[in-house]
C-alpha cells in the first residue's frame, strides 16, 4: 500500500510570511499532484509534477518533485487571507497498468493565514 | 454550466437506512469515482468508473454499491447505514488515457461539490 505522509498538519501564520509544505513517501510515484479545497467545496487541481527534480511555478505557489519521484513540497511566499484553505497532495502510480487514474491522497495541510 | 454535480448536498438520515448520492458530469469524461472524506479531511478513493466499466473497487464494505447507468452518471447506493459512514462523500470524473496505453501523466480529476452525509 503506498502512503503518502504530509507535514504539517496545521498551519497558522501572519499575512506576508512564507511557508513550505512536505509530502513524503517511501514509494515512487509517477506523478504528483496538488490541490487545495475550500469549506464546502471539493478539491480543486492546482499543478502536476511529473518528472523528478521538477519545479513549477503558479505566481507565488511554488511546487517541487524530488529527484527520486518519492516526495514533493509546495512553498508558498508572502502568504495572503486568500491562500487559507486544505491543501492535499495526491501521488499516481501507472505500475503495470491496473490502477491508471487512481490516486492515494496525503492527510492534508489545514493552512490559515490571518490579516 | 456545473462540471460535476452531486445530490443531495447534505443528507440527515437514520442508522439501518438506505441512501443514494447521485452524481453527474457533463466534461464528456470517460472515468468517474467516489471518495470518502472523513472528519481528519483523509481522502480516500473507494471506487472508479472508466465507461460504465468497475475499474477500481476499495475495501469497501459490500453495503456501498455504485452504479453507472452511463459514462456520465455515478450514483452511489449505501444499505444499512451505520454511525461510520458519516462523511463527505465526493464524486470525481476525469479523461484518463486510453486502456494499456501506459503514460506516467495523471489526468485532472474534476471533483463535485461533496454530500455530506450524517447517520444518526
Known amino acids: 500500500t503506498q502512503l503518502l505522509e504530509q507535514s504539517p498538519q496545521f498551519l497558522s501564520i501572519q499575512e506576508g510570511e512564507n511557508l513550505t509544505v512536505y509530502c513524503n513517501s517511501s514509494?515512487?510515484?509517477?506523478?504528483l499532484q496538488w490541490y487545495r479545497q475550500e469549506p464546502g467545496e471539493g478539491p480543486v487541481l492546482l499543478v502536476t509534477?511529473?518528472?523528478?527534480?521538477e519545479v513549477k511555478k503558479l505566481k507565488r505557489l511554488t511546487f517541487q518533485f524530488g529527484d527520486a519521484r518519492k516526495d514533493s513540497s509546495l512553498h508558498i511566499t508572502a502568504a495572503q487571507p486568500g491562500d487559507t484553505g486544505l491543501y492535499l497532495c495526491?501521488?499516481?502510480?501507472?505500475?503495470?497498468?491496473?490502477?491508471?487514474?487512481?490516486?492515494?491522497f496525503g492527510q492534508g495541510t489545514i493552512l490559515t493565514v490571518h490579516p | 454550466d456545473t462540471a460535476v454535480s452531486q445530490t443531495p448536498k447534505y443528507l440527515v438520515t437514520q442508522m439501518g437506512n438506505d441512501k443514494s448520492i447521485k452524481c453527474e458530469q457533463n466534461l464528456g469524461h470517460d472515468t468517474m469515482y467516489w471518495y470518502k472524506q472523513d472528519s481528519k479531511k483523509f481522502l480516500k478513493i473507494m471506487f472508479s468508473y472508466n465507461n460504465k466499466e468497475l475499474i477500481i473497487n476499495e475495501t469497501v464494505p459490500n453495503r456501498f454499491s455504485p452504479k453507472s447507468p452511463d459514462k456520465a452518471h455515478l450514483n452511489l447506493h449505501i444499505n444499512s447505514l451505520e454511525l461510520g459512514d458519516s462523511a463527505v462523500y465526493f464524486c470525481?470524473?476525469?479523461?484518463?488515457?486510453?486502456?494499456?496505453?501506459?503514460?506516467?501523466?495523471?489526468?485532472?480529476?474534476?471533483f463535485g461539490p461533496g454530500t455530506r452525509l450524517t447517520v444518526l
Open positions: 495526491a501521488g499516481s502510480s501507472n505500475a503495470g497498468g491496473t490502477s491508471y487514474g487512481k490516486l492515494t
Open positions: 509534477v511529473v518528472t523528478g527534480g
Open positions: 514509494s515512487v510515484f509517477s506523478s
Open positions: 470525481a470524473s476525469s479523461q484518463v488515457p486510453w486502456r494499456g496505453l501506459r503514460t506516467s501523466v495523471t489526468d485532472t480529476q474534476y
